[in-house]
T-cell receptor, first 114, second 113 residues
């Protein structure tokens, strides 16, 4: 079945360490997105990519980095510069052409930095 | 994209219709109304979307007012599994390839047994 896979589901890291969250999709979607969610809050956009080898900053990109070397993959690195990295991270993808049936989301990675 | 306003929380009895309102008074002609829901600790799930006409699918119905300034998502026979946070989003899909979903805090719907 087609879908988006995020791994791992839970991740623990020490403060000051970089960590990379994986996101893979087999939906043949062109666009991919990373969101962050804090307790009781809505989703905030970190980065997005419309095509391979291209990506744009979202609303809260500081302290994060991404790459898009393959259509299927859009990994997110949480760097030590991110002051408050503990959060729930969600990856999504969509067909690039306008509209359609919206976004497909992964099941998320819960990152805890201690 | 237009800002949307939703009640913070709502309760609904199991088996009854759940009606979730959304206000989008500044919506433009190119903006669709999308609804997603998020069950605790999962990724959001697409429910339905529409532009002008009312829409229905296997999950829900979407009623959009004639002036398009507000809409209502209807879950016809709510079950306990419908307990979730529901997000109403206005999305301009004319900007091909650059549309981005922006999530507010949504409505926390609790289905009461």
């Amino acid at each position: 079945d087609g879908g988006i896979t995020q791994s791992p589901k839970y991740l623990f890291r020490k403060e000051g360490q970089n960590v990379t969250l994986s996101c893979e999709q087999n939906l043949n979607h062109d666009a991919m997105y990373w969101y962050r969610q804090d307790p009781g809050q809505g989703l905030r956009l970190i980065y997005y990519s419309q095509i391979v080898n291209d990506f744009q900053k979202g609303d809260i990109a500081e302290g994060y980095s991404v790459s898009r070397e393959k259509k299927e993959s859009f990994p997110l690195t949480v760097t030590s510069a991110q002051k408050n990295p503990t959060a729930f991270y969600l990856c999504a993808s969509s067909i690039r052409t306008g509209g359609g049936y919206g976004y497909t989301f992964g099941s998320g990675t819960r990152l805890t930095v201690v | 994209d237009a800002k949307t306003t939703q009640p913070t929380s709502m309760d609904c009895a199991e088996g009854r219709a759940a009606n979730l309102p959304c206000n989008h008074s500044t919506i433009s002609g190119n903006e669709y109304v999308y609804w997603y829901r998020q069950i605790h600790s999962q990724g959001p799930q697409y429910i339905i979307h529409g532009l002008k006409n009312n829409e229905t699918n296997e999950m829900a119905s979407l009623i959009i007012t004639e002036d398009r300034k507000s809409s209502t998502l209807i879950l016809p026979h709510a079950t306990l599994r419908d307990t979730a946070v529901y997000y109403c989003i206005a999305l301009d899909i004319s900007n091909f390839g650059n549309e981005k979903l922006t999530f507010g805090t949504g409505t926390r719907l609790t289905i009461i047994p």
